[in-house]
Nanobody
Framework: QVQLVESGGGLVQTGGSLRLSCAAS????????MGWFRRAPGKEREFVAA????????SYRNSVKGRFTISRDNAKNTVYLQMDRLKPEDTAVYYC???????????????WGRGTQVTVSS
């Protein structure tokens, strides 16, 4: 079992920055690919970014490329999402996910956190 707890959400103005963190419990954190997803009001949950277990491979949705950066610290069992130049359309609940396998952009992850709210004001 892996438990995931997100933190770092909040209210920020357009153009601002936030860093989300996701702390994972359990062993073998480096064996899990980690992903960030988000669900905006009235919309389906969507992929945002993912990182491989070793941290060398990353993937991003097009709309966040160049603004968001995913990274991980396996010594701390934590994955991060640095979000810069935020836009109102980035407003959503952000979820962390873990999968015992390779990096993926689909929602086929084994474990999910409860989410953290990010609100970007215009």
């Amino acid at each position: 079992q892996v438990q995931l707890v997100e933190s770092g959400g909040g209210l920020v103005q357009t153009g601002g920055s936030l860093r989300l963190s996701c702390a994972a419990s359990g062993r073998s954190f480096s064996s899990y690919a980690m992903g960030w997803f988000r669900r905006a009001p009235g919309k389906e949950r969507e992929f945002v970014a993912a990182v491989s277990g070793g941290g060398r491979t990353t993937s991003y949705r097009n709309s966040v490329k160049g603004r968001f950066t995913i990274s991980r610290d396996n010594a701390k069992n934590t994955v991060y999402l640095q979000m810069d130049r935020l836009k109102p359309e980035d407003t959503a609940v952000y979820y962390c996910a873990a999968d015992y396998g390779g990096i993926k952009t689909s929602e086929m992850y084994d474990y999910w956190g409860r989410g953290t709210q990010v609100t970007v004001s215009s």
